[in-house]
């Protein structure tokens, strides 16, 4: 990064102050008081409503009023608020969700691999990421968990996790409707709204269409690229026939069908003939622009209250999706590199809760079932060689868990948490891949009957591992005030073993591809402090924290020889769980009320990410890794003025905010380019891959009637139009053959305008 940007990322630190994003109130216990005072920030972190500031966890909480103001898009916005996190679109997608929390994610989205970081609407988990892109609508909050969550939530949360929280109904009939156009022809409409049908019985509903044209184009086909057609609803009935029992059935479902995304090339065609294009969100893809995600899933959760002391709670849920999607590897007219692909994935689970509260303790002890299943095939076909791979699969999770996590106030001022978590975890896996003579192969597509299939190179059916764990967490709080505490919190989290979607068992003789990889896991320390101070006005939360990381999965893509020729001409990855490494760093959150009309928000995040040991052939090689997805530094200064226009006239809120990076790593081994000269094929060298530092500026101004019942805000992002990228493609091999494999990037929106209208009924 620029000594500059690091310098000013740095100054973000001086500032100790960084955002819960909490709503704010007004202090009415007192009428000489009139000073805004910051309300409790409820959250449902440790499973049971808690008031932030108890919780000894590093917890981001986000609320809808705060999304609103900001122009929120979807769930990759809270990103930017966020310390110590990625959460981005994954490559070649539209939807598919990418998360990093503290260094720990999951990069790749096929089936066979398991996300590092956790996500749950209301409760339920949603195993796989295809889809998981949620768009801002009909949301109560949204809440970022850092740090391996392995106690409460399980095996997957080993980075942290992310709840979305929709709202929940009312009492009172309610139908709010709004409407964004904006920049790029958008034009969204969301409709949302409940009704109580008795005393006993309400139902409630949200539907909402987004539209917009792309930020680019197809140069080679002429359609839209980047752009977005989405479509999607939320239905929910809650039944309280008595004030001791309710019972809520929740639907959803998601249609995207924007145009396949297949990113901008970054080299000239190999023959020399097609130039990069001078528009990064342009590509000149030529495998077609048909894409088709669907999402749908349903929840019923019911809930008895016992007695005063215990509560029990059942959490049953089913959920199934469906990608058809082109990927243009190669971003070329030619199908040099060309996968057309689909994966399917379906899950049922079962949770069931009780929650205790009894003087001073208090908590939750559960039992969670998850049966997964993800499957999918693509062809990789190579033009240049006339040949095609046909690799296809399918992968069954079953996860049994129980658990506790209980809270003990030892005095006023003292209290201990213990928790734990005992997992198994089963994977049985077919995994088939097959070379063919051709464009396309018969075993993907039956109606090509023109290839010639010459040999298979993998072909496992029904193996199966099992791994099993026992997560604890122990946590000690000291609140020596009210409005102060102190804590020190010991985790561990872990995520499961599996297959290699992509094994080769052909350059396998040893057979090792067929036991899978193992397990990774992360034990966590962390000191923190949670505070409020000079009258409630300011908030601050900082926590300092050392992860000991082990057994890391590391995936590795690599150009290979199909026909032991000598020469590489596709490619296969390799996964491989590497020894030692470590993670150590400080986030700062806080919220200041500066005046009765400034609020000041602020994060910041460092982190020291290494890993220590990665052992080949006797030799530690880990100066060749890196950890992806992580800048050192990230960080955002957001200030809240609201202006009173007086009687009958509403008020007016203007927000600001400017957000910072580091230069980070897209992959476990660093892209820096390659030099000119070092190909014949590529004379002119290759631009680097990984990301530089940025900085985005947005600006939101709404006013709000003096009823509350209408808005209107007019919201700017990315300002200075700042070109950044967040994914890419990189399977080039400079120094052999004629091919253009892939070598592309994927870059976050340009600026925008987006006028919103809002009304509520």
């Known amino acids: ?107 790749d ?194 809930q008895w209250d016992v007695n005063d002391i215990v509560t029990l709670k059942s959490i049953t849920a089913y959920r199934e999706g469906s990608t058809i999607t082109p990927i243009d590897f190669d971003a070329l007219p030619q199908p040099d590199f060309d996968v057309p692909a689909y994966y399917n994935d379906d899950q049922f689970s079962q949770e069931f809760q009780l929650l205790y509260n009894n003087g001073p303790l208090s908590g939750v002890a559960g039992i969670y079932y998850l049966d997964g299943n993800a ?118 989290g872990f995520k499961a073993g599996g297959f290699d979607p992509r094994a080769r068992e052909d350059l396998d003789p040893t057979g090792l591809s067929r036991q899978g990889f193992g397990p990774e896991q992360v034990d966590s320390y962390e000191l923190g402090m949670k505070g409020s101070f000079f009258n409630d006005s300011l908030l601050l939360n900082t926590a300092v924290f050392f992860a000991d990381y082990t057994d890391q999965q590391i995936t590795v893509q690599s150009g290979a020889d199909s026909d032991n020729d000598g020469v590489n001409d596709t490619f296969v990855s390799s996964v491989f769980n590497a020894g030692a490494s470590e993670y150590k760093g400080l986030e700062i959150e806080g919220t200041w009320f500066a005046t009765d009309n400034l609020t000041l928000f602020a994060t910041l995040g460092y982190i020291d990410a290494q890993i220590n040991e990665i052992l080949s052939g006797g030799v530690n090689v880990a100066d060749a890794f890196v950890t992806q997805n992580t800048p050192e530094l990230q960080g955002q200064i957001s200030a809240n003025y609201n202006f009173d226009l007086g009687a009958n006239r509403g008020d007016l809120s203007l927000t600001g905010t400017v957000s910072g990076r580091d230069d980070y790593y897209l992959f476990n081994i660093p892209n820096e380019g390659f030099p000119a000269g070092q190909s014949a094929i590529f004379p002119g060298g290759g631009p680097k891959l990984d990301p530089s530092g940025y900085y985005l500026f947005d600006l939101s101004a709404v006013w709000t009637s003096p009823t509350g019942k209408y808005r209107v805000g007019l919201h700017g992002r990315n300002l200075t139009d700042e070109e950044y990228r967040v994914a890419a493609y990189n399977f080039v091999t400079p120094s052999q053959l004629g091919l253009d494999s892939a070598y592309s990037a994927f870059y976050g929106p340009p600026r925008t305008f987006t006028v919103s209208l809002s009304a509520d009924f």
Request: charged share 25%; net charge negative; no cysteine.
């Open 109 to 302: 989205p096929l089936w066979g691999f398991e996300p590092g970081v956790g996500l749950y609407v209301d409760d339920v988990y949603i195993a796989r990421p295809q889809g998981a892109i949620l768009d801002i609508f009909d949301v109560d909050r949204v809440e970022v968990l850092r740090g391996p969550q392995g106690t409460l939530y399980g095996r997957n949360t080993i980075g942290g996790a992310i709840k979305y929280v929709t709202k929940p109904l009312g009492n009172e009939p309610d139908l709010k409707v709004k409407a964004n156009l904006g920049s790029y022809s958008q034009a969204d409409v969301i409709v949302s709204g409940s009704t109580p049908l008795s005393d006993t019985f309400a139902v409630g509903g949200a539907i909402a269409k987004y539209t917009r044209d792309g930020y680019g184009k197809n140069l080679n086909t002429g359609a839209e690229h980047y752009n977005k057609d989405l479509l999607a609803y939320r239905l929910s009935a809650e039944w309280t026939p008595t004030d001791d029992f309710s019972v809520r059935f929740a639907y959803d479902k998601s249609e995207d069908d924007s145009n396949a995304k297949h990113g901008h090339r970054l080299l000239p065609s190999a023959d020399g003939t097609i130039p990069v294009t001078g528009d990064v969100y342009d590509t000149r893809a030529g495998i077609g622009d048909d894409n088709s995600v669907e999402t749908e899933g349903y929840s019923l959760t019911a």
């Open 1 to 107: 990064m620029h000594p500059k940007t690091r310098l000013a990322l740095y100054a973000l630190a001086a500032t100790a102050l960084t955002p819960v994003m909490p709503a704010w109130a007004q202090d009415t216990g007192d009428q000489e008081d009139t000073t805004r005072k910051l309300g409790p920030v409820t959250v449902t972190a440790q499973r049971r409503e808690e008031d932030l500031l108890d919780v000894p966890l590093s917890v981001t909480a986000i609320g809808s009023e705060r999304l609103e103001l900001t122009g929120a898009v979807d769930i990759t916005s809270i990103q930017r608020s966020t310390p110590n996190a990625t959460i981005e679109v994954a490559r070649g997608s539209n939807s598919t969700l990418i998360a990093f929390i503290r260094g720990v994610g999951q990069q």
């Open 375 to 492: 499957d999918g095939a693509f062809d990789v076909i190579l033009s240049a060689l006339g040949l095609s791979i046909y690799q296809a699969g399918a992968q069954e999770k079953e996860n049994f868990s129980v658990y506790g996590d209980f809270t003990y106030e030892l005095n006023d001022k003292w209290s201990v948490s213990l928790g734990g978590r005992y997992t198994e975890d089963k994977t049985t896996a077919d995994v088939l891949r097959e070379a063919w003579l051709g464009l396309g192969t018969g075993s993907f597509d039956p109606s090509n009957t023109t290839s010639i299939f010459l040999v298979t190179q993998t072909d496992y059916k029904g193996v199966e591992r099992k791994d099993d764990q026992f997560t604890p967490r122990v946590s000690v709080s000291y609140k020596p005030t009210d409005d102060l505490n102190l804590y020190a919190t010991y985790a561990q």
